[in-house]
T-cell receptor, first 116, second 114 residues
Framework: DTGVSQDPRHKITKRGQNVTFRCDPI?????LYWYRQTLGQGPEFLTY????????KSRLLSDRFSAERPKGSFSTLEIQRTEQGDSAMYLC??????????????FGDGTRLSIL | GDSVTQMEGPVTLSEEACLTI???????????LFWYVQYPGEGLQLLLK?????DKGSNKGFEATYRKETTSFHLEKGSVQVSDSAVYFC?????????????FGKGITLSVRP
């Protein structure tokens, strides 16, 4: 299967700890997106990369959040000093934006973060 | 800013019933419109899309038409099956070339009973 892969699937941690998630996009997809989904809501945009460049960050992405995509392949999302409000499903998506029309984004299964 | 509004749920239907899930949007430009589906225990999957006014997206018996005059993209199916039980999200993205981030509605849960 060559879909978007996220690791881990579940993460439980204590408030104040740091966590890091990984996303492996579909091979050769040049765009990679991070979203956050809380219960009963649709996913909300956090940030995106065009190859290795991080081009936009949502205001939802506080200073405690940082994302990287070295070499334009996999990406990591780190949350420092986690808070209760960080509990959510973190989704990664990738797309191949080379044409004039928006290409569909392909989503991973997400990482569910629970803060104790 | 951009926004997507979906009808309130959940929706429960009997098998073979007709389905309509309403979706309206607000956008500054000419967005592309999408329906994503999330089956129990699975990730989001693209169901169908439309990139310009009057386009009709279709897949698995579902259809949605991009109506610019009413800023709507309602999802329809003539005869639902138990296997259609899932959460359905309407979404939009702005023009390609810029950040084509998706703006989602809240989603609606569809349950189809035998």
């Amino acid at each position: 299967d060559t879909g978007v892969s996220q690791d881990p699937r579940h993460k439980i941690t204590k408030r104040g700890q740091n966590v890091t998630f990984r996303c492996d996009p579909i091979s050769e997809h040049n765009r990679l997106y991070w979203y956050r989904q809380t219960l009963g809501q649709g996913p909300e945009f956090l940030t995106y990369f065009q190859n290795e460049a991080q081009l936009e960050k949502s205001r939802l992405l506080s200073d405690r959040f940082s994302a990287e995509r070295p070499k334009g392949s996999f990406s990591t999302l780190e949350i420092q000093r986690t808070e209760q409000g960080d509990s959510a499903m973190y989704l990664c998506a990738s797309s191949d934006e080379t044409g004039i029309w928006n290409q569909p984004q392909h989503f991973g299964d997400g990482t569910r973060l629970s803060i104790l | 800013g951009d926004s997507v509004t979906q009808m309130e749920g959940p929706v429960t239907l009997s098998e073979e019933a007709c389905l309509t899930i309403n979706c309206t949007y607000t956008a500054t430009g000419y967005p592309s419109l999408f329906w994503y589906v999330q089956y129990p225990g699975e990730g989001l999957q693209l169901l169908l899309k439309a990139t310009k006014a009057d386009d009709k997206g279709s897949n698995k018996g579902f259809e949605a038409t991009y109506r610019k005059e009413t800023t709507s993209f309602h999802l329809e199916k003539g005869s639902v099956q138990v296997s259609d039980s899932a959460v359905y999200f309407c979404a939009l993205s702005e023009s390609a070339g810029a950040n084509s981030k998706l703006t989602f509605g809240k989603g609606i849960t569809l349950s189809v009973r035998p």
